[in-house]
């Protein structure tokens, strides 16, 4: 990726967050404010625009579940209060750190010229449609991020040695979308020589899983419409519910075929062939306290339907597993874990079966579809590194969407006790600025600018309704035999008087004579 473009390193080595490039001096973090303006004008958040203003961060104080037992000892906590309490709160249309930036689905210098996002089925993308998506996605893969710059070491020594060298380093588009999700699901340090913690996870295992990867998503689409000038590009979806054993997207056109001379290598035609992945050491991560940067190492990995070890996530989940999660009425229930019962987010997150009762021997619908791939995708901490990934994430997204059109009544999320991180007014790890659960707990099409083109299957016939059908059907059989006999037998009756009958003219009215009767007693019809 170098001939693309020089990483800017700032310092080497262990990442801890990620924060403007415009906010990561000494006085910045010293001063724990980070209310940059938009334009070159002193004018922190636009306020005199009217575009935003400079406000304190709210941080979820609630009780969160038991999984989590630490205290004080994780940067995440709280976010983003041990770096940051001030950022810019945007009025109106306007967004992003600065409030320099349009709300999503909206364009123009005061944000007010809408703009449609469609995501759409990449299978039904044309050969033109396919290439330009590859294409951006690499270009996004080898394009450094023009405002985050990520840091390399925990809080306690991000001014570095000297107490006034920040240790931050640039990282790609793409590669930040990656780092994101590493970041979220990384294990607590606890010091050299003490086992990390592993029992946090701020994206997943909780009602935030579909809340952080949509908001995940929207920061992608984001980025990537930034950098192609292009305001209503989106994000296609992939639709993993098809059955079977074949992945319909691993194509050299897509998302790239298996390679001929690896089964579990992507084929050298594939332009994804080419990548690298990210955040992959992860014992040194656990024992050493470093964490993921932007050093990319080995290629993507992806054996789809390989793994004979467990027959269970050799198929892709099926269309009917989708309908029956969509018809789960709670959105979530306690604990608000992985071992949640009867709960929408933990079926379509796939630790339960998909029309609710828990499983522990279950994963289906989008745990089953990165199971599926076998590879880098498969695993939690490396996944987005695969760019099936973010289609597979676009789908389970649209199924969330469509069943918080479904149910509104249903749609409540909870307020406290769900694991760290997943309360509904807790600010998303790693996201600047600040963004809660419940602001991505919206309906997407009215509220956050994008909508899907998507036909969802149709229910199957229940034994009620094809019993209904039949009686209804043999009915009208019946009701046309009776009709066709008694036409055939007036049909004779009519031709024995046939010449003594009138014709039709001579007995009726006609709609020329209207006028020259008086007596309008007789249909003219």
Known sequence: ???????????????????????????????????????????????????????????????????????????????????????????????????????????????????????RNVMQFNADERRAFLNAMDQAKRTVHPDIVIATRRFAEVFGPDGNTMQFENITIYNYFVWSHYYSVSKTFLGAGQASFGGVDFSHEGPGFVTWHRYHLIQLERDMQDMLQDPSFALPYWNFAIGGNTCDICTDDLLGARSSFDMNSISSNSIFAQWRVICESVEDYDTLGTICNNTESSPIRRNPAGNVARPMVQRLPEPQDVLDCLEVNTF??????????????????????????????????????????????GQTHLSPNDPIFVLLHTFTDAVFDEWLRRHPESAVYPVENAPIGHNRGYNMV???????????????????????????????????????????????????????????????????????????????????????????SQSVV
Request: glycine share 8%; with cysteine.
């Open 430 to 520: 790693p996201f600047w600025p600040p963004v809660t659960n419940a602001e991505m707990f919206v309906t997407a099409p009215d509220n956050l600018g994008y909508s899907y083109e998507v036909t969802w299957p149709a229910n199957p016939l229940t034994l009620t309704e094809i019993i209904t059908i039949t009686v209804v059907a043999a009915l009208i059989v019946v009701a046309s035999i009776f009709a066709i006999t008694t036409c055939a037998v007036r049909s004779k009756s009519n031709s024995r008087m046939e010449g003594r009958q009138p014709l039709l003219g001579d007995q009726y009215q006609r709609y020329d004579d209207h006028d020259r009767h008086g007596d309008k």
């Open 1 to 119: 990726m170098w001939k693309y473009g020089c990483l800017i390193l700032l310092s080497a080595a262990f990442v801890a967050a990620q924060f403007p490039r415009s906010c990561v001096t000494p006085e910045a973090l010293r001063s724990a404010q980070c209310c940059p303006s938009p334009t070159a004008a002193v004018d922190p958040c636009g306020a005199s625009a009217g575009r935003g203003q400079c406000v304190s961060i709210s941080a979820d104080s609630r009780p969160h579940g038991p999984q989590y037992i630490h205290d004080g000892r994780d940067d995440r906590e709280r976010w983003p209060v041990r770096f940051f309490n001030r950022t810019c709160r945007c009025f109106g249309n306007f967004t992003g750190f600065d409030c320099g930036k349009c709300k999503h689905g909206l364009s123009g210098p005061n944000c007010d010229q809408p703009v449609a996002v469609v995501r």
């Open 332 to 377: 979530d229930t306690p604990p608000f874990y992985s071992t949640s019962s009867e709960s929408f987010r933990n079926s379509i997150e796939g630790y339960s079966h998909p029309q609710g009762p828990y499983d522990p021997m279950v994963r289906s619908l989008h745990n089953l579809a990165h199971l599926f791939l076998n590879g880098t995708g």
